[in-house]
């Protein structure tokens, strides 16, 4: 495999997606896989403007100003797509901490298919393979509650916030047809699933002909 295989984790908030892509990665090395650990926000070259717009949406939510938002996160992305990704050694597995799939829970107003539409027009890159992590909303709820920091979200400030954003993104999961892993249980099982999801995409990628490259 010469070239990267780029991977997308995304989910709700307190649904384990951070600690369980620590995991994953640290499997995959085990596994003698090269990866490489990336976040959308530590590489996004516009967030503070970004934010200055979801701080306003959240004091006075407007769908244009949604809009916006989106835009400015598929900017982000290409940039990325165009001077972080290619960066990285060939044939690595890059872990990506939220892509776009993140919109499908975080943006009320605007339709998921709007916002792919807008990533693609943009030529972001789209994953190899997408995993979307879930929980039941009450455990993740409960998960980010506990956390020092809590929530520590600007979009979500009640429970009944964090079960629509969970819906949501459970339908585009769906409608997707993303891996969904289930992270309602151990961390350990958690990681297998996703770590055999990523193994599937790989064997593939180095024996494209040998029938046996569905991913599910």
């Known amino acids: 495999m010469t070239h990267t295989l780029f991977i997308a ?63 400015r996160l598929a ?35 605007v ?16 994953p190899d393979l997408q995993v979307g992590v879930v929980t039941a909303p009450e455990v993740s709820w409960a998960r980010a509650a506990a956390r020092r920091s809590g929530l520590r979200s600007t979009v979500l400030q009640t429970f009944d916030d964090h079960v629509a954003c969970t819906e949501a993104f459970e339908r585009a999961m769906i409608d997707q047809g993303w891996v969904v892993c289930r992270n309602d249980g151990t961390l350990a099982d958690a990681t297998t699933q996703v770590v055999a999801a990523i193994e599937q995409v790989v064997h593939c990628r180095r024996r494209p002909a040998d029938g046996r490259c569905g991913v599910s």
Request: with cysteine; aromatic share 6%.
């Open 75 to 109: 900017d982000s992305r290409a940039w990325i797509t165009m001077q972080v990704l290619p960066r990285q050694p060939a044939g690595s597995l890059i872990l990506m901490d939220r892509w776009y799939a993140s919109d499908a829970a975080f943006r009320r107003g």
């Open 9 to 71: 984790l995304d989910g709700p908030k307190g649904v384990g997606k951070t600690t369980l892509l620590e995991a994953v990665a640290h499997a995959l090395r085990r596994n003698g896989h090269t990866v490489v650990r990336l976040s959308e926000r530590n590489n996004d070259p516009d967030r503070a403007q970004t934010m200055a717009l979801v701080n306003a949406y959240a004091r006075h939510p407007q769908v244009e100003l949604e809009r916006r938002i989106c835009a």
């Open 111 to 126: 339709p998921f298919e709007e916002v792919l539409r807008l990533n693609r027009e943009r030529e972001v890159r789209m």
